[in-house]
C-alpha cells in the first residue's frame, strides 16, 4: 500500500502561483510514475503532470510553459509548480502514483485550487 498526502491549494488571483505537493509513504518501490490530474465542476478528470521513475516528464498542452512537475526522491515527495494561473485553471487537484501495468494505482485526497479573475 501506498499513501499520499497532498497540500497546497487555495485560492489565487489569474496570473498567481501555487506550488503543489504530494508526499507519499508505504510501499512505493513498485511506483514508477507519479502524476498530477484535476477534475473541474462536470468534467472528467484530466491529466495534467506526469514524471516516471527516470525523470521523464509529460504535461497536458493545456499546462505547457506554465506548470513543471519536479520530484526529491529522498522525500518521497513530487511537487507541481503552477505559473501564470488562468480561472479555467480551477479544479481539485489529485495526486497519483502508479506502477507502469497500472496494477499499483493509488490517490490522494485531492486539494482544491481556485483561480480568480
Known amino acids: 500500500q501506498v499513501q499520499l498526502v497532498e497540500s497546497g491549494g487555495g485560492l489565487v488571483q489569474a496570473g498567481g502561483s501555487l506550488r503543489l505537493s504530494c508526499a507519499a509513504s508505504?510501499?512505493?518501490?513498485?511506483?514508477?510514475?507519479r502524476d498530477w490530474y484535476r477534475q473541474a465542476p462536470g468534467k472528467q478528470r484530466e491529466l495534467v503532470a506526469a514524471i516516471t521513475s527516470s525523470g521523464r516528464t509529460n504535461y497536458a498542452d493545456s499546462v505547457k510553459g506554465r506548470f513543471t512537475i519536479s520530484r526529491d526522491n529522498a522525500k518521497n515527495t513530487v511537487y507541481l509548480q503552477m505559473n501564470s494561473l488562468k480561472p479555467e485553471d480551477t479544479a481539485v487537484y489529485y495526486c497519483?502514483?502508479?506502477?507502469?501495468?497500472?496494477?499499483?494505482?493509488?490517490w490522494g485526497q485531492g486539494t482544491q485550487v481556485t483561480v480568480s479573475s
Open positions: 508505504g510501499s512505493i518501490f513498485s511506483i514508477n510514475s
Open positions: 497519483n502514483a502508479h506502477s507502469y501495468d497500472r496494477i499499483q494505482d493509488y
